[in-house]
Every structure is written in structure tokens, then in C-alpha cells.
């Protein structure tokens, strides 16, 4: 079946109609990872929008529900030059086709992919929708594309109730044995096996209790504090800041998200009064931002932002380049930083752009980056045994 890809600016890509079978207007953005298409379809920061994969060939491998990084998909779209309709992996459950018709998600693949991303970077992301209506009039169309937002997609991916993950208690040969097994990725097993430097040192946080608040959160990020021996309580994103404080943490976790952090003034209100507090604090990407904004600072959306597995950043304090996972569209403005309040710990290689930052008399610190890295590299890892080593300094004092 004939399926359209039309873009606000007018262009119109034609394809084949893949996923589930409507009609869908999103935020076009593009993702420049190779390989764990599985891990971006699940991650929840992609809620409102439609992804394009960059990489030619999607869905070699399949689905292996035990990668998913959360209970669902949530792109409202997916875009592909070429989808893999036979699998060849031994884990495989499903095919890709079959998962985005499981999960409600249209698609449009046969397009030139390239091109697609040529024009959002060249123009900056835009909207588009995705079709089958061959008797489309774009005139009609085009007011929709300029008119939508993605709104408040926070309040959609958040969880629903409080729920903790008991941290893992001992270790086997394959890694930490605990009801937190699901979330352990080979990687982490292999590493401590290996005993590779850049990988996590084994149950470093047993018997800490970290609050993670929930804006949108991957799986590997609570999975990566239980992993390492944290019990992790996960609030839901409206939390108050009073309900967190009163269950004594030892650290505060913000997760990632979706959309635009200004849209998140009642969460932004409570991280302020988080910040308040003397707690060790830790945020990753969405969570970074409001507490940007929590403390005075600014944020600004980006021409079409980093989505990828190959971004790198650099540690301003040691030197070292990370290349890291990245899925974000919106930026702290570095040039309404208040010195005392924060500074600059991490930048964007490519581009100049803040990745991190460092609060001044506070044991907080924040990443733009996902540290996590499902899909993608491992080299920043070990930021979570930081924040555990924070936490252990303050319990110990």
C-alpha cells in the first residue's frame, strides 16, 4: 500500500505504508544509530514525534521484547529507507513490522531517508504526517502540520504510582542476581567479569536508596542504579518535592523525557524546592534541563538536535571525550548561566553546545546525555558510580 510522508515546508516523500494502518501528524526527527532501533522505539523521550532512521537497512534483527526500554512504543511514527521483513537473531520474538502494528505505530518506508534528513537539517526539524490517503489536498494539510505541538508529554509517559526496584544484593558469574535481573544488559555482566575499568564496580551502592523521579524514564537508568546495589524508588512526574524529602533518600535521580522542559512549570516548581535541600541530586537530559530552569537559567530549542549513539562531549575538568548515547532537541543556553549558581561541566564536541553542568556549593551535578547508553556506547558510565560515590561521601560524613 502507497503511503505519504508530508513535510510542512510542502516536500512530499512517497513510500510504502508500514506499521499500523492511520493517519498520524508528528514532529519529524531523525536518528543517526546504526543498530538499537528496538531500545529508540521504546524510549518514552520520543513520545510526539516520528523518527527517521538514518541507517539504511531497519529491523535485521527483529524485536527482543527483553531490550525494550520501557512497557511500550511511543514514537507517534517511524520512518526507514529499507525494513527487514525476515529477521535472522536467535533472540528474536518478532519481526519489526509485526511490533509497530502491535504497538499502534504508522509508518512509511522506500523513502530516501537521506534526503529527509538533509532538508531537516538544512531547514530544522519540522512536522509532518504520515498517510495512506492517496487524495490528499496539501492545502488542507498544511495549517494542521503548522498548528500542531507536541504538548505536555510528560503527564503521558510518566508512571501511574510509587513503585520501588530492590538493588541487587549479590553477584554470580553473569552479573548481579536480584529481582532487578531483567534490566542487566550483557555488557554490564561481561564488564565485571573482565573487571574492565570502565565498567561499573560491583554493588558500589548497596544499601543506598535513590528517589528516581519519573519525567519519561528508560529502564536502564533505574536498572542501572540496581544493577549496581541502589534500592530504587520511582515517583511518578508530578510528585511533590515534600512526599520525595520525607522518604530520607540518599540521593535524587531525574530521568529523561520528552518535549519542550518549559512546558513542565509545575514539575520545574517542585525541583526547585528539591534543590533546596542538602540531597545529592543526579539528571540526566530532560531532567538536566529543569533544573536549569529551576535555578534561573534558560533552555532553547535546537535547529534539529542529537539523536544518535556516536555523540562526543567533553569532560571539562579531566579532558576526556565520551562518545555517548544522545535523543534530545532542546538545549541550556550557556550564555544566561549564573556562575553562582552553576558551571559548565561537560560541552559538545561537534558543536559547542552544554552537555552537563555543575552546581556551585551543591552536590549536584547533570548530564544532557544518556550515561545509560541503550542503545549505544558504554563510555560514560561510570558517572552513576559518581553519583553513588556522592551519596557514600554524605552518609559517611
Same mark, same amino acid.
Given at each position: 500500500?502507497?503511503?505519504?510522508?508530508?513535510?510542512?515546508?510542502?516536500?512530499?516523500?512517497?513510500? =510504502?505504508?508500514?506499521?499500523a494502518?492511520?493517519?498520524?501528524?508528528?514532529?519529524?526527527?531523525?536518528?543517526?544509530?546504526?543498530?538499537? &532501533?528496538?531500545e529508540?522505539? =521504546?524510549?518514552?523521550?520520543?513520545?510526539?514525534?516520528?523518527?527517521?532512521?538514518?541507517?539504511?537497512?531497519?529491523?535485521n534483527y527483529g524485536?527482543?521484547r527483553?531490550?525494550?526500554?520501557?512497557?511500550?512504543?511511543?514514537?507517534?511514527? $517511524?520512518?526507514?529507507r529499507?525494513?527487514?521483513r525476515?529477521?535472522s537473531?536467535?533472540?528474536? #520474538?518478532?519481526?519489526?513490522?509485526?511490533?509497530?502494528?502491535?504497538?499502534?505505530?504508522?509508518?512509511i518506508?522506500?523513502?530516501?531517508t537521506r534526503a529527509l534528513t @538533509?532538508?531537516?537539517?538544512?531547514?530544522? =526539524?519540522?512536522?509532518?504526517?504520515i498517510?495512506?490517503?492517496?487524495?490528499?489536498?496539501?492545502?488542507?494539510?498544511?495549517?494542521? +502540520? @503548522?498548528?500542531?505541538?507536541?504538548?505536555?508529554?510528560?503527564?503521558?509517559?510518566?508512571?501511574?504510582?510509587?513503585?520501588?526496584?530492590?538493588?541487587a544484593?549479590?553477584?554470580? #558469574?553473569?552479573?548481579?542476581?536480584?529481582?532487578?535481573a531483567?534490566f542487566? @544488559?550483557?555488557?554490564?555482566a561481561?564488564? !565485571?567479569?573482565?573487571?574492565?575499568?570502565?565498567?561499573?564496580r560491583?554493588?558500589?551502592?548497596?544499601?543506598?536508596?535513590?528517589?528516581? +523521579?519519573?519525567?519519561?524514564?528508560?529502564?536502564?537508568?533505574?536498572?542501572?542504579?540496581?544493577?549496581r546495589?541502589? *534500592?530504587?524508588?520511582v515517583?511518578?512526574?508530578?510528585t511533590k518535592?515534600?512526599?520525595?524529602?520525607?522518604?530520607?533518600?540518599?540521593?535524587?535521580?531525574l530521568?529523561?523525557?520528552?518535549? *519542550?522542559?518549559?512546558?513542565?512549570?509545575?514539575?520545574?516548581e517542585?525541583i526547585?524546592?528539591?534543590y533546596?535541600? #542538602?540531597?545529592?541530586?543526579f539528571?540526566?537530559c530532560?531532567?538536566?534541563?529543569?533544573?536549569?530552569?529551576?535555578?534561573?537559567?534558560?533552555?532553547? @530549542?535546537?535547529?534539529?538536535?542529537?539523536?544518535?549513539?556516536?555523540h562526543?562531549?567533553?569532560?571539562?575538568?579531566?579532558?576526556?571525550v565520551?562518545?555517548?548515547?544522545?535523543?534530545?532537541? &532542546?538545549?541550556v543556553?550557556?550564555?544566561?548561566? #549564573?556562575?553562582?549558581?552553576?558551571?559548565?561541566? $561537560?560541552?559538545?564536541v561537534n *558543536?559547542g553546545?552544554?552537555?552537563?553542568l555543575?552546581?556551585?556549593?551543591?552536590? !549536584?551535578f547533570?548530564?544532557q $546525555?544518556?550515561?545509560?547508553?541503550?542503545?549505544?556506547?558504554?563510555?560514560?558510565?561510570? +558517572?552513576?558510580?559518581? $553519583?553513588?560515590?556522592?551519596?557514600?561521601?554524605?552518609?559517611?560524613?
Amino acid at each position: 500500500m502507497k503511503a505519504f510522508l508530508i513535510l510542512e515546508d510542502g516536500t512530499v516523500f512517497e513510500g =510504502t505504508h508500514i506499521g499500523a494502518l492511520r493517519e498520524v501528524i508528528s514532529e519529524i526527527v531523525f536518528n543517526t544509530s546504526m543498530a538499537g &532501533y528496538p531500545e529508540v522505539l =521504546t524510549d518514552p523521550s520520543y513520545a510526539g514525534q516520528a523518527v527517521c532512521m538514518t541507517y539504511p537497512l531497519i529491523g535485521n534483527y527483529g524485536v527482543c521484547r527483553e531490550d525494550m526500554e520501557s512497557r511500550r512504543a511511543w514514537p507517534d511514527g $517511524f520512518i526507514v529507507r529499507e525494513l527487514a521483513r525476515m529477521p535472522s537473531n536467535f533472540r528474536c #520474538d518478532m519481526t519489526i513490522q509485526e511490533f509497530l502494528a502491535e504497538n499502534d505505530v504508522p509508518g512509511i518506508a522506500g523513502i530516501d531517508t537521506r534526503a529527509l534528513t @538533509k532538508i531537516l537539517r538544512e531547514k530544522g =526539524t519540522m512536522n509532518g504526517m504520515i498517510t495512506t490517503d492517496e487524495n490528499y489536498r496539501i492545502e488542507e494539510i498544511l495549517p494542521r +502540520l @503548522k498548528a500542531y505541538t507536541t504538548g505536555k508529554v510528560v503527564d503521558v509517559v510518566t508512571c501511574r504510582e510509587k513503585y520501588t526496584l530492590r538493588g541487587a544484593r549479590e553477584l554470580t #558469574d553473569n552479573g548481579p542476581l536480584s529481582g532487578s535481573a531483567r534490566f542487566v @544488559k550483557e555488557d554490564y555482566a561481561r564488564g !565485571i567479569r573482565e573487571k574492565r575499568p570502565s565498567m561499573v564496580r560491583a554493588l558500589n551502592g548497596a544499601g543506598l536508596k535513590v528517589a528516581l +523521579l519519573d519525567l519519561g524514564a528508560k529502564d536502564n537508568i533505574a536498572g542501572s542504579l540496581a544493577a549496581r546495589g541502589c *534500592d530504587v524508588i520511582v515517583y511518578p512526574a508530578h510528585t511533590k518535592a515534600q512526599e520525595i524529602i520525607d522518604d530520607r533518600p540518599d540521593g535524587i535521580m531525574l530521568s529523561n523525557g520528552p518535549g *519542550d522542559p518549559k512546558e513542565c512549570a509545575e514539575v520545574i516548581e517542585e525541583i526547585r524546592k528539591l534543590y533546596d535541600t #542538602d540531597i545529592t541530586i543526579f539528571a540526566i537530559c530532560l531532567g538536566h534541563q529543569l533544573m536549569a530552569l529551576a535555578t534561573g537559567a534558560d533552555t532553547y @530549542k535546537m535547529k534539529y538536535g542529537h539523536r544518535g549513539g556516536n555523540h562526543p562531549v567533553k569532560d571539562l575538568k579531566t579532558g576526556r571525550v565520551y562518545i555517548s548515547s544522545q535523543n534530545h532537541g &532542546y538545549v541550556v543556553d550557556m550564555d544566561k548561566l #549564573d556562575p553562582k549558581v552553576a558551571t559548565p561541566a $561537560f560541552i559538545n564536541v561537534n *558543536d559547542g553546545t552544554n552537555e552537563g553542568l555543575s552546581y556551585t556549593g551543591k552536590n !549536584i551535578f547533570t548530564v544532557q $546525555f544518556h550515561p545509560e547508553a541503550c542503545p549505544g556506547p558504554q563510555d560514560s558510565g561510570d +558517572l552513576f558510580d559518581r $553519583f553513588i560515590d556522592m551519596m557514600r561521601e554524605v552518609r559517611n560524613a
